[in-house]
């Protein structure tokens, strides 16, 4: 499920980057469209993924970690990031590349879900706590 979050968002930042309003209109619709697939399948299958994962005792410290990671630190850096990128392809005109600007987060999501396949591993066991 995370996986398939991970490669939503990837999708949906490249339909942001080849969609335009005349002939690819379709494909900022469909990236429209998929940020609830993005947001379920990753955030909250992540904070479903956390609370079975942790025990009884640190489950609210687990569910606080994760929220601070995804919308504090997490947001923050993000939307840091968007304003460099965002600065670094303004064009002469005043107008931005947003081609080339879409086309970084979709590499760096891309790039995360490699990662994820490569690297995580799920002992499969679920902490049965009450």
Request: charged residues 10%; proline residues 1%; neutral net charge.
């Amino acid at each position: 499920m995370l996986l398939i979050g991970m490669i939503a968002w990837a999708l949906r930042y490249l339909l942001f980057a080849y969609g335009n309003m005349d002939s690819s209109s379709w494909m900022l619709y469909g990236g429209i469209i998929l940020h609830g697939i993005c947001y379920d399948f990753f955030f909250v299958t992540g904070q479903i993924y956390t609370d079975q994962k942790a025990g009884s005792h640190v489950r609210s410290a687990a569910q606080g970690l994760i929220t601070l990671a995804t919308y504090g630190v997490g947001m923050y850096i993000g939307f840091y990031m968007a304003g460099l990128i965002a600065d670094k392809y303004l064009l002469a005109d005043g107008t931005h590349n947003w081609h080339a600007i879409w086309l970084i987060p979709c590499v760096f999501a891309a790039a995360i879900a490699l990662l994820f396949v490569l690297l995580f591993k799920n002992d499969k066991t679920k902490t049965t706590e009450i």
